[in-house]
């Protein structure tokens, strides 16, 4: 049977659309969902699905105590999902899923005292943008802006900077429904309950839902980003010197295969505004999306795709001025991946990148993205992964986009070679760690515990996957 011309044209055609999909677009139809209902019905990966049976959508703190009190006579379960964009179960429920994109915004700010109070369900670049009219910004960010504000600070997400603490380190009070009936609560460093603020400002959700967050910020500011490649030998030999030199906020994105690093040196400027790099975005984020395809179905190649990579998106060194929480956070997307995290204490930095240099090399890990180190200021909040540390952490974030049994063989083998170092984790993200080893690795483990205990004795905020790490 022939085909006529224009069918096989439209063959032709729909093939090609196909593989641009297959290309740029690995869940194509889950990405269409996220960004179009307000609420995604899936995570950033497109491997959790959420039960959105039972959404609840509060536009007022009344109405999330409503909601707390009757799952608290009903006991049932519930979860707050955010953005999604985590790799861990934290958010998942088949019970009660609140959503707070209907209760964000700023509820007030003050200049002279640098605070500004916002709503939970407020991303962060809505803080951001705002905060710049007002002639303020957050004092730092992570990479993504997305994200709601509590479920940043909750999972104790971070940016980079040695000087510099995570989201949680700038919160001064939060106000809180609480697992008790749906009590309210507001809790501060400069009340008597001390310790509850400590364990509630990483709590992963446990201690009920926030409502309210009052954060530290400063006048706003802009950035200078002074990007250069170098050999990994060398950052890694050098590596006090550049973290701990003139420039504020520090990141190297390592690529091991190739002993390749992208160092970011950035510092606070005066300087004119550069135009925004529209095609070194471009050229890094197709360069990724393209080879991460191919690597995905072609892992042996792994090591010469990155190899491109490396020439085609970070081969030339550049320099961009811009807005503080443009520079902070990435310009462009990263293509979809699978993220973990090792914490270790600053003064293991080198060795521990050198150890999973090690690990990829020796067993030939696919890892078809950078992989970053960034450096995190050591605090004194309870289930922050800098808990305790002096002067701080190198967090390296393990990335990769490969079926999730190649990725999570990749991140389990680092978290046991890590365990030599002592290495926390991000709550958000991939992660192996039992009730045992989180005991161990944080000492205000059984503290937190017993105040969660108060703060939601019937458990409704407690998930499988929680009831497993905490064993509740």
Request: hydrophobic share 40%; aromatic share 12%; proline share 4%.
């Amino acid at each position: 049977m022939s085909l006529s011309a224009n069918t096989r044209v439209a063959l032709i055609f729909c093939a090609f659309i196909s593989l641009l999909l297959w290309l740029f677009l690995p869940y194509p139809w889950m990405w269409f969902v996220r960004y179009v209902d307000s609420v995604p019905p899936v995570s950033y990966d497109g491997r959790i699905q959420f039960n959105l049976d039972n959404l609840k959508k509060p536009k007022n703190e009344t109405e999330i105590v409503n909601i707390v009190k009757d799952a608290y006579q009903s006991r049932r379960k519930i979860r707050v999902l955010a953005d999604g964009h985590s790799w861990s179960q934290i958010a998942q429920t088949q019970d009660i899923m609140i959503s707070l994109v209907d209760y964000a915004g700023i509820v007030e700010y003050d200049r002279k005292a640098l605070t500004v109070t916002v709503r939970a369900g407020t991303p962060l670049h809505q803080i951001s943008t705002d905060l710049d009219k007002m002639g303020l910004a957050m004092m730092n960010l992570g990479s993504v802006a997305g994200q709601s504000v509590a479920g940043a600070i909750s999972t104790g997400t971070h940016g980079t900077g040695l000087t510099v603490g995570n989201l949680a380190e700038n919160v001064l009070s939060l106000r809180i429904v609480t697992g008790n009936d749906g009590q309210v609560l507001t809790l501060s460093a400069n009340d008597n309950n001390t310790d509850l603020f400590k364990a509630a400002q990483v709590s992963i959700g446990m201690f009920g839902v926030i409502s309210e967050v009052t954060l530290k910020v400063q006048k706003k500011f802009k950035l200078k980003e002074i990007r250069t490649h170098h050999k990994l030998n060398y950052c890694l030999d050098h590596m006090d010197s550049l973290v701990k030199g003139d420039h504020k906020y520090v990141k190297m994105w390592v690529e091991f295969n190739n002993n390749f690093c992208v160092l970011y040196q950035t510092s606070e400027t005066d300087e004119e505004i550069t135009r925004i790099p529209t095609l070194e975005g471009f050229l890094i984020y197709y360069s990724f999306a393209i080879q991460t395809r191919i690597t995905y179905l072609l892992p042996f190649l792994t090591p010469l795709m990155m190899h491109f990579v490396n020439i085609i998106g970070f081969g030339c060194d550049t320099v961009r001025v811009d807005k503080s929480y443009n520079i902070f956070n990435d310009f462009f997307h990263l293509p979809v991946h699978q993220e973990g995290e090792v914490v270790v204490p600053y003064s293991h930095a080198a060795e521990a990148v050198r150890a999973i240099e090690s690990e990829v090399l020796i067993h030939q890990h696919p890892v078809n993205y950078m992989t970053e180190v960034r450096f995190v200021k050591g605090d004194d909040i309870w289930l922050s992964p800098e808990y305790g540390t002096v002067p701080g952490t190198c967090a390296i974030t393990l990335t990769m986009y490969a079926p999730e049994s190649t990725a999570l063989q990749y991140f389990n083998a680092v978290y046991d070679v890590m365990k030599g170092f002592n290495a926390r984790f991000h709550w958000g993200k991939h992660f192996k760690h039992g009730a045992r080893e989180i005991e161990q690795l944080y000492p205000k483990y059984w503290e937190f515990k017993t105040l969660r205990a108060k703060m939601d004795p019937k458990n409704i905020f407690v998930n499988k996957f929680l009831d497993e790490k905490f064993e509740i």
